[in-house]
């Protein structure tokens, strides 16, 4: 069965770098989302992408963020200049035709900021 | 402010009881996601609803638009079923709940 894969399963840096969360969402879908969930709170969407631009974001997704699909298959979010807070599991999922078609979701990357 | 709100916080069950956990939710949507999320933080789609009832195995999903509330219910549960279940609706963004923690007991 097709499943989003995302990679590194965990990330560890220091505050200020930046870093890169890798999905790979699932072939024929063509709306891609991240999500984020810090430790013991609820997830937060964070971005939706179709058609090779965002097409919505939500007020936590500030100019320290962006997506990109650099190539057919890889969806990638990157924090600029990392912060404490945005320690969190990150989550990627897919979804095909429709919007509201179900969404695939990835395992997560566990990202720590020390 | 919480979009959407889900009841009970936490569900403790023997096995074979019959489950249902709620949400509502404020804001106008187009679709509504019941989510389960493991112990190891997994999260996979349960239902996509925007009208009426869905049925998968066990999981039955309702949801009424007038009333902005949907429930899940599970029949004969299963310790298998320990999850946190999270509801999330499609408005002019995604809102999630912040979930049921459910307990069966064997």
Known sequence: ?114 | KNEVEQSPQNLTAQEGEFITINCSYSVGISALHWLQQHPGGGIVSLFMLSSGKKKHGRLIATINIQEKHSSLHITASHPRDSAVYICAVRGNQFYFGTGTSLTVIP
């Open chain 1, 1 to 114: 069965e097709p499943e989003v894969t995302q990679t590194p399963s965990h990330q560890v840096t220091q505050m200020g770098q930046e870093v890169i969360l890798r999905c790979v969402p699932i072939s024929n879908h063509l709306y891609f989302y991240w999500y984020r969930q810090i430790l013991g709170q609820k997830v937060e969407f964070l971005v939706s992408f179709y058609n090779n631009e965002i097409s919505e974001k939500s007020e936590i997704f500030d100019d320290q963020f962006s997506v990109e699909r650099p190539d057919g298959s890889n969806f990638t979010l990157k924090i600029r200049s990392t912060k404490l807070e945005d320690s969190a599991m990150y989550f990627c999922a897919s979804s095909g035709l429709l919007t509201s078609y179900e969404q695939y979701f990835g395992p997560g990357t566990r990202l720590t900021v020390t």
